[in-house]
């Protein structure tokens, strides 16, 4: 195809079919992969501290709370009966059996949610491998030594005046226990079997797109398989190896927590005292933070649970995510107030005097002011990473494959047959006229609907070598926002400005145009030229 040129000895532009345009809007917001499970984190962390609030709340129904002091006062704390009718050793083993159960599976669901290099894959899935095998070994003796002790499960109250105890048989609780030792035992070896094996012969791995390339062009050369001795998979094998370890992550983290709930329903059939007879001197007529306390820690936990759900909302809008983040800030702030308000008041039931007969314990309370400040440095860590540490990564870029239309459909319209006054030379014959001329930049536009705002705007999609476009610095991909003073917000617009421009003049565009993972704006002086029309 010959080359056309125009009055300036400017090639005519010759329009490619197709293009890939590039727009980086910073009206959405893109989350860091770590968000996903930090919230997730974060979420179970709150519950743990609504379900302490309920646990220690001085509920006696949903709508009634009353003051307590967070002490719990034990007459036979330093006996079996102090736990359930079962023994410490075996209480603190089970505990163990369910935190390396749960523990090695979020490992190993970490490991494989952020997939990282394959050297580093296979060294924390051995770690996974490790803490598993560690449950394993503690459920196979917990249940050993719990087997011939369900029996021993009570539930004893004393008689405040004659100090005589009575136990209530609960071996229902310890033999759903037992049976939860040996099956968190199993299901933590077979997950670790299928994870050793099966994470080393390439069937349990997230793979980098490169990753795929490179090996999918090693496996088209036998000879270089049969010499690094690869195996060649199965097609379909990895479906099923990771369907398999799934189903078992999934089976010993239920049963582990199961394991855990139970143990703590056995620890909290320990015998608990209150009223004058057994504390004369505060009487103390129940175990409870303050109504304040309970009331303020409701409310953060109910909230921060909220901020959680609502931040799984698929809704990209950076100022919704913004309000989130500012919501999440005051949460935080609220988890440090509720702190230091049962520091406060945990530290002065500490000063109490003890009664005579009984033992004094805080564990639970000591657990619930830890988990106040825990939480508040849980949202603080979240916000600081992925608001301020993340920032510059979080605006989201769109790809679009738009396919190209004639250069006349993008053309400033005119009159193909204007009205002139032809000039008459002085012996009455008529002088030879330049045809008229019409604008011409050397650039195709396109009208693009953004996906989430449906917003217009004119996108360039192909620049004319040498003409006067590329010579202005326009390029594809860039966003045409201003004619001098005119704001171009459709194609329209543009045409009309493109149109109203003399030939020769200079206009200054504005352009929006993506700088690596950001946007900037620049300005570009073009001069417009003519073509015959």
Not at 455 to 465: A, E, K, Q, R
Request: charged letters at 20%.
């Amino acid at each position: 195809m010959e080359t056309e040129f125009d009055q300036f000895g400017k090639p005519i532009p010759v329009m490619e079919h197709g293009a890939h345009v590039v727009e980086t809007d910073y009206r959405l917001f893109r989350y860091s992969k770590f968000a996903l499970p930090w919230v997730l984190f974060m979420l179970g962390c709150f519950w743990v501290l609504l379900m302490l609030t309920f646990w220690r709340g001085g509920f006696s129904n949903i709508k009634d709370i009353r003051n307590g002091i967070p002490r719990d006062l034990e007459p036979w704390s330093n006996t079996i009966d102090g736990e359930g009718g079962l023994r410490r050793p075996i209480r603190n083993l089970r505990i163990s059996t369910a935190v390396h159960g749960i523990v090695g599976v979020a490992i190993v669901a970490l490991v494989y949610y952020s997939n990282p290099r394959p050297k580093l894959q296979m060294v924390a899935y051995l770690i996974a491998a490790v803490i598993l095998i560690a449950c394993f070994i503690q459920g196979i003796i917990a249940f050993c030594l719990d087997v011939g002790k369900t029996k021993d499960a009570v539930k004893c109250t004393t008689d405040p005046g004659t100090r005589v105890k009575e136990c209530e048989s609960r071996v229902g609780y310890a033999v759903v226990a037992t049976a939860l030792d040996i099956i968190t035992a199993i299901f933590a070896l077979v997950s670790t079997v299928m994870l050793v094996i099966w994470s080393r012969d390439e069937t349990f791995k997230r793979k980098h797109r490169a990753w795929n390339e490179q090996e999918r062009g090693i496996s088209e050369d036998p000879a270089f398989v049969e010499e690094i001795e690869m195996k060649p998979i199965i097609p379909g094998q990895d479906i099923v190896h990771k369907s398999l370890i799934g189903f078992g992550l999934a089976a010993t983290l239920i049963s582990a927590i199961l394991l855990l709930i139970f143990t703590i329903f056995i620890h909290e059939f320990r015998e608990r005292v209150v009223g004058r007879a057994w504390d004369p001197t505060n009487n103390q007529n129940i175990a409870a933070w303050p109504k304040e306390n309970t009331r303020f820690r409701l409310s953060v936990s109910i909230i921060a649970i909220c901020l959680c759900v609502l931040s799984f909302v698929p809704y990209p809008k950076r100022i919704y995510v913004y309000v989130l983040a500012w919501l999440f800030f005051c949460d935080m702030v609220m988890h440090f107030v509720i702190f230091a308000m049962d520091v406060n008041d945990l530290g002065s039931a500490k000063t109490l005097s003890c009664p005579t007969g009984v033992t004094c314990e805080f564990a639970i309370y000591n657990a619930t002011c830890f988990f106040d400040i825990f939480n508040g440095i849980l949202i603080l860590i979240y916000l600081g990473y992925e608001f301020l540490a993340k920032h510059k990564q979080s605006t989201v870029t769109v790809h679009r494959d738009i396919p190209a239309a004639p250069l006349e459909e993008f053309m400033p319209p005119y009159d193909s047959h204007p009205e002139y006054v032809p000039v008459v030379k002085p012996d009455g014959t008529r002088a030879l006229e330049a045809p008229p001329l019409r604008p011409l930049l050397g650039v195709e536009v396109i009208e693009v609907e953004h996906p989430s705002t449906q917003d217009l705007s004119v996108t360039v999609i192909n620049v004319t070598p040498g003409g006067a476009a590329q010579e202005a610095g326009i390029k594809v991909g860039d966003i045409i926002a201003r004619w001098d003073e005119i704001p171009i917000t459709c194609k329209a617009d543009f045409a009309q400005a493109v149109s109203n421009a003399a030939i020769g003049s200079q206009v200054i565009l504005q352009v929006i145009r993506q700088i690596g993972s950001t946007t900037g704006v620049e300005f570009c002086q073009l001069t417009v030229r003519g073509v015959p029309a």
